[in-house]
């Protein structure tokens, strides 16, 4: 009789432990998936190949056109909608066709410092959504970084598409430009 009781007890315990444990995994899964479904359309290859072409578009601007764009201003940052980049490049033609409907369908372009300041996470209200996620979770250099300071960035642009897309790439300006 004694070992029957045992054997309830063992049991009780072990279904405790199960049943704990499969909670500690359910907690701690299913935000890993909803970060990863919020987070998908974040710098996919996609996203940042179509902007590696906005920037080579910017780059390869006249630099005298492009040097107002490049001076920010006090707020430390530029919000062009749709296609109103491209009156601050000498390849305007080429610009709102490469950012129309037709191609990119980008909505929005950020041109920041390179470095974000909490200043501007904290201005991000100013941002649609998808936007202040993402500036919320995209990485931070500081100037003595490594990787800020290899390499002479000074600009950073953030991209928002129509389709959801966001994503950020650096500006590497040598010699002024």
């Known amino acids: 009789m004694k070992n029957k009781g045992f054997v309830l007890v063992e049991t009780i315990v072990t279904a405790v432990f199960v049943l704990g444990l499969f909670v500690f995994i359910v907690a701690n899964i299913i935000p890993i ?12 290859i996609e996203t940042i190949y179509d902007m590696h072409m906005i ?12 040097e107002t764009l490049l001076t920010l201003p006090s707020e430390g ?14 390849n305007e033609n080429y610009c709102k066709k490469l950012l129309s409907r037709n191609y990119l369908d ?9 470095t974000i300041s909490d200043d501007f996470v ?4 100013n941002f649609d959504r998808a936007m202040r ?18 390499h002479d960035y000074e600009r950073r642009i953030i991209v928002s598409f129509n ?15």
Not at 60 to 65: G, W
Not at 84 to 89: A, E, G, N, S
Not at 164 to 174: A, F, K, P, Q, S
């Open 133 to 150: 996620e993402y500036i919320k979770v995209m990485p931070r250099y500081n100037n003595t970084s490594l990787e800020a300071s290899t």
């Open 55 to 66: 920037r080579k578009m910017i780059l390869k601007s006249d630099y005298s056109k492009v």
């Open 163 to 177: 389709d959801g897309r966001v994503g950020n790439i650096e500006l590497l300006l040598d010699g002024g430009y």
């Open 77 to 90: 940052y530029y919000i062009f909608e749709d296609q109103d980049i491209c009156l601050h490049l000498s």
């Open 106 to 114: 980008v909505r929005k372009i950020i041109v920041t410092n390179y």
């Open 33 to 44: 998936v909803g970060d990863y479904d919020r987070e998908a359309d974040y710098d996919s």
């Open 122 to 125: 904290n201005r991000s209200e």
